[in-house]
């Protein structure tokens, strides 16, 4: 009995600390970036380490103490092979991504996909030319853009027509400069959308 009522204290005092430390921490928040990446105050190291806790701290708490009870201590492998995988994915990545973030003024890689490379109607021109562009969103017109970026003998796949309503899939092909158009079958696709 003497030690459940131990065991119930300490939780009651660790859910205190949590709550205490969440509230403490919560007033320094002001703005969504403050939230996501607090502030570009932290190190890199911080930030990475942080960033990999949410998703390994279940696997940290249930999956890690069972495979050491089935497993025995071997499984300390397991916990230093994750680690070293992060500590890795920081030295290689996440810096370089850091620096991308500051320069495009992002806090998020979605925003910093968005704002780096838009949302495709314009190609990647700087990459240009492309034997085959594949586009997966029904444009009501083909981006001239993706035409241009055609190399010779290129390729250029993509379903035309109205947003939810049947389009057709269009193959346009680039033979010594010229455009050649070829409907292959009816299709529907989500509708593309711009940014």
């Not at 459940?4 to 007033?27: A, D, E, H, N, P």
């Not at 890795?88 to 620096?99: P, S």
């Not at 998020?108 to 492309?130: A, L, N």
Request: proline content about 5%; some cysteine.
């Amino acid at each position: 009995m003497g030690s459940q009522i131990g065991i119930i204290t300490v939780m009651v005092v660790y859910v205190i600390l949590l709550v205490s430390w969440g509230i403490f921490q919560g007033r320094k928040v002001r703005t969504g970036d403050d939230f996501a990446i607090a502030g570009r105050k932290l190190p890199g190291w911080a930030a990475a380490l942080s960033e990999r806790a949410t998703g390994e701290s279940s696997w940290a708490l249930l999956g890690l103490p069972g495979a050491a009870y089935a497993m025995g201590l071997t499984e300390i492998w397991t916990a230093l092979g994750c680690v070293a995988g992060i500590i890795t994915a920081w030295a290689l990545i996440a810096w370089r991504l850091r620096d991308e973030a500051e320069k495009y003024k992002v806090s998020t890689f979605t925003q910093y996909i968005s704002v780096k490379h838009g949302d495709g109607y314009m190609g990647w021109p700087e990459h240009s030319p492309f034997d085959i562009v594949i586009i997966t969103a029904a444009v009501e017109q083909i981006p001239q853009p993706l035409i241009d970026q055609l190399a010779d003998n290129g390729r250029l796949v993509v379903p035309v027509g109205a947003p939810y309503a049947v389009q057709e899939l269009i193959l346009i092909e680039k033979k010594n400069g010229k455009i050649q158009k070829s409907r292959l079958t009816f299709v529907r696709f989500v509708p593309f959308k711009r940014l």
